[in-house]
């Protein structure tokens, strides 16, 4: 029931902060405001709810060092998208029209902080956490990159493909982000960064949602499997690649730490193959 309870908890802070963003809709300041309030709220529900709980430390959202990751995890994020849309546009498929709408940028801070945090607490600080536990790391990996990516499928423009493709990106970055440090702070940060660069800076859509303008007015055009067509940049194979290779680096520095958790299944039969030496 711990599970059950932690996802009740986060997941009705980020209900009622989205009813209160979309109330606001088309006032920038308020959701600059609203949009910040409901991460804070929901941070600080997840603790409230895990050390309820579990009767531990919430060690994942420790607070000595949270700035500098989530900065970290912010510049990670822009520069990682910044790439994405530079090699679209190399090709000519990404055109810069003039300036978009400052005030839509700032929404857009609220507006992608609070998505980044309550997904991230939801999708990495509970269900991942709890399934890597059972299953593994890798495993637990997979099944929540996918339950990511089809979450994503009743977005107004949504497409399989671009599912799939946040699967592959969000599902394994983020997850690999969070595995690399035990941390929440710096997936938390790289989800951000991502989404505010893609709509608050690029112009472009964030996973099919009809995002507002940002700071650029932009429109791209050629081929859906470079620009992602409808969906907006994830659904590009350029994100796919710089995603996948930043997850792999970041899979890679968690298991020269030591973080990553072997298959129950597996744990036991090494455990029998010691004992019986």
Known sequence: MRVVWQLLAVAAVAFVGQLAVSAVDGNPWLTLILGALTAVLAVLAYRWVVRKTEQRPVTELAGPGAGLALGRGTLIGLALFGLVIANIALLGDYDVRGWGSVPGAVGQIGFMAAAAVTEELLFRGILFRFAEKWTGTWLALVLTGVLFGLMHLVNPHATLWGALAIAIEAGGLLTAAYVATRKLWLPIGLHFGWNFAAAGIFGTEVSGNGTPQ??????????????GGDFGPEGSLYSVLFC?????????????????????????ADAVTTLSR
């Open 214 to 227: 940002g700071l650029l007015d932009a429109v791209t055009s050629g081929p859906s499997i470079i620009t």
């Open 244 to 268: 996948v290779l930043a997850a792999s680096a970041f899979l890679w520095v968690g298991r020269r730490r030591g973080r990553l958790v072997p298959r129950r299944r597996a744990e036991r």
